[in-house]
């Protein structure tokens, strides 16, 4: 297959000039549409933001006078989560800020393995070979993809009725001497059991979770594939899911893992071996194939992982990193999450340069690849929505997410 699809040069022809003309005349009128669309977006969010900050003025009001009603009461005061001004980034203007519009969309099974296999993505070799980012093909069709996906399918053998295949939410991000700070905005989705689990709530206690990945260094097509390169076929409720038994039964895997029902999404650099083609049968990933302690020792201190930053319902936030599986190393981080006027806020901030092992310190001048991932509608696992690899860089209006200095 690969010898057949490689390019002939014997077949090289000029490209025709009413090809290039008419090329050039559609990239302008897409280039229009998008400029009319950007402006209608516009719109909608600041009436979003408006029905917000209205929303937010009466839960004040609500609260000023439970306060009024509890004078004296000392304990009472201090309380936040309106959505608007909270006290994670106090001193961030957010309206000062531009926001970025994300697609997040629904990726059903598609793993690191999938994308990277001739026999199930069409874009596999231009994105192992090639250097393509998965944003050079996909950046427009999210919507395309997320709705097909979602519904039920090859990448999906456990459809949620009813779920939306993809996410609009605005992504704001700015930075004083001290820290970064980022905001999420999207809007509420509505309630579409799970019908594979009791209750239909995977995670009761959160409706919702955000997360943000960066990407180190070191790790092969990071750049490129973002979030990805951590996806394998075999974590949680993907098609080659070792198994609670399986896991039990390499008992020094499982004890380096700390796992035991399932895998948590990994690097293949922290793996011997991980399987791609799954060519015979072989299972997709590489759980068992760890390496030893001490060179995953060595990738962390290299700064070979992905940073991961976590914010729950309540606002109260986790941060880590994955390498060989998801770890929390307790770094530094604050964050609030509320519902408001039917809109989710989600603020969390965390210092730009830490200095501890497992949080990635974001330098001036320097772009990093980062995801986005939103578990809607109390998801867990894989039933999130996310976004592909994003750009992110200080005071660069280059970068997708531009980080601005306040
Ligand atoms: C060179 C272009 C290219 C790149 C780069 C690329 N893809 Fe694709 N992708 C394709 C093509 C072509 C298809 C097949 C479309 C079809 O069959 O209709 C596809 C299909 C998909 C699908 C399935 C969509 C569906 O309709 O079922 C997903 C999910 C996907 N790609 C994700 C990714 C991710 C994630 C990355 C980066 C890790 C990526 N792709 C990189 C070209 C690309």
Not at 55 to 63: F, K, L, S, T, Y
Not at 71 to 80: C, E, K, N, V
Not at 87 to 112: H, K
Not at 150 to 167: R, S
């Amino acid at each position: 297959m690969e010898k057949l699809e490689t390019p002939n040069p014997a077949f090289k022809r000029e490209v025709p000039q009413e090809y290039l003309a008419s090329l050039k005349f559609i990239t302008e009128k897409e280039a229009e549409e998008e400029a009319a669309e950007k402006a209608a977006k516009k719109a909608e969010r600041e009436a979003v933001q408006a029905k917000i900050a209205t929303a937010v003025e009466a839960a004040r009001a609500e609260e000023r006078a439970t306060l009024e009603g509890e004078a004296g009461d000392a304990a009472a005061s201090g309380s936040t989560g309106d959505g608007g001004g909270g006290t994670v980034a106090a001193n961030i203007d957010w309206n000062a800020v531009a926001p970025a519009d994300m697609t997040l969309f629904y990726p059903g099974q598609a793993s690191f393995e999938w994308v990277q296999n001739g026999k199930t993505h069409g874009g596999a070799r231009p994105l192992t070979k090639g250097g393509d980012a998965c944003t050079t093909c996909h950046a427009k069709e999210l919507e395309a993809i997320g709705t097909k996906i979602v519904a039920g399918g090859e990448t999906e053998a456990t459809p949620i009725p009813g779920k939306p295949g993809t996410i609009d939410a605005t992504v704001q991000a700015a930075h004083d001497d001290e820290n970064l700070y980022v905001r999420l905005q999207w809007p509420e989705t509505a309630h579409s059991p799970a019908p594979f689990v009791e209750g239909g709530k995977m995670d009761p206690d959160n409706q919702i979770k955000v997360a943000m990945m960066i990407t180190g260094t070191g790790i092969e097509l990071g750049e490129q594939v973002g979030c990805w390169a951590s996806c394998h076929a075999d974590n949680s409720y993907m098609p080659f899911d070792p198994g609670a038994e399986a896991i039990a039964a390499n008992a020094d895997v499982a004890a380096q893992l700390e796992a035991k029902e399932t895998i948590t999404k990994y690097l293949t650099e922290s793996r011997t071996k991980v399987e791609v083609k799954g060519r015979r049968g072989k299972a997709q990933g590489g759980w068992d194939k760890l390496k030893p302690a001490e060179e995953i020792d060595q990738l962390l201190a290299d700064g070979t992982y992905l940073d991961l930053l976590r914010v729950y319902a309540d606002g109260t936030a986790s941060n880590g990193y994955l390498l060989d599986r998801r770890v929390e190393n307790g770094g530094e981080m604050e964050a609030e999450a509320s519902l408001a006027g039917g809109v989710w806020t989600v603020v969390f901030s965390r210092p730009l340069n830490p200095g501890a092992p497992g949080d990635i310190p974001i330098e001036p001048g320097k772009t990093y690849t980062v995801g986005f991932a939103i578990h809607d509608d109390y998801a867990a696992a894989r039933f999130h929505h996310v976004t592909l690899n994003t750009s992110l860089a200080l005071d660069d209006e280059t970068a997708q997410i531009d980080v601005t200095k306040q």
